[in-house]
């Protein structure tokens, strides 16, 4: 979920959110570049346990959002979460002595990127799970490649879209069309939530688009311009939280855990976590936790909070995935 710090390994020109896989690493969803020349580095068995964890840290997100906003209204909720991850990036960065960057353009910049992969879709994300089962969410978060897809066709000229990724935008949309049962009216779903759920899909490709067109040559660290980006969302939501909704008057056990796991972990640590996948086996493998999410994510909302399923739900989802797939394919060239 995922800032690419989130979502996050989430891939220009398609993105894909995993509460997230980029050509070099960023969550959930930070900013990412790669760094020809560089010795790749080797590759290890325990990567295998890192990308599992990944997975399970990005598909109980839903979860700790929903557990979460029992606690604390949704921006709260939010605001936890890109503080708490902030933290996380802030300590790795003074232990690794590196800065943040000293530019005001690379600022600004990452001023709109924090609002449009964390501010707006976290939010968003929280406002729609006070309406929807957190197993819809993240199902609606695993629509982020097939938005990335269409929107590169108009956006970035140089990605030419073939047919069997235009293909794979009309399977996953039809996907999502089966998850929210439209034959019969898209009776018993909520759809004000809904559509919050997949504006917030759609929030990770616009800002990715962003991202590549003003920071891509930027020369800070993936950590640095990750932990300023988190920074920013936290001032921005800091603002907006304390303008909009009242201080709470309790806190919670159970919403205060969940909402530092989804802020320490699967915001903070995920990044880490994506970071050294990308380094280690490539953006390919990497970005396969991707379709790992929704079936934990459901996994969670049904054993944990009796959310009910229906046959529609987990077929429309692997419709979803499986045209996100497609669109992530690329031809083979003779």
Known sequence: MSTTT????????????????????ADHRGTSRSHPGR?????T??????????????????LFIKLGTEGFAPLQVTLGRVAFGALVLLVFLAVKRE?????????????????LLNALPFSLFAYAELTIPSTLASICNATSPLWGMLLSIVAL????????????LGLGFLGVLTVLGAWQGFSGVDLTGTAMALGASLSYPIGWIY????????????LAMSSTQLLLATLQLAVVTALFTPMPT?????????????????????????????????PTTAQMV????????????????NEHLTWNTPVGALIVLAGAALTQSKSRTP
């Open 6 to 25: 989130e979502a996050s390994t989430r891939s220009a020109p398609a993105p894909t959110p995993s509460p997230a896989a980029t050509a070099a690493p």
């Open 39 to 43: 010795p790749a580095p080797r590759r």
């Open 45 to 62: 068995t325990a990567w295998q346990v890192r990308f599992a964890l990944l997975c399970l840290v990005w598909g109980f997100s839903f």
């Open 99 to 115: 800065r943040l960057p000293r530019s005001a353009r690379t600022w600004g910049h990452l001023m709109v990127a924090a609002f």
């Open 157 to 168: 000229s140089e990605d030419r879209p073939t047919r069997r990724r235009v293909a794979g």
């Open 211 to 222: 991202v590549r067109r003003t920071l891509a040559r930027d020369q800070h660290s993936h």
């Open 250 to 282: 309790a806190f919670p056990l159970v919403p205060v855990l969940a909402v530092f796991g989804l802020g320490a972990l699967g915001t903070g640590v995920a990044f880490l976590l994506q970071y050294g996948l990308v380094a280690e086996v490539g």
């Open 290 to 305: 991707t379709y790992f999410i929704p079936v934990i994510a459901t996994a969670a909302g049904v054993a944990l909070l």
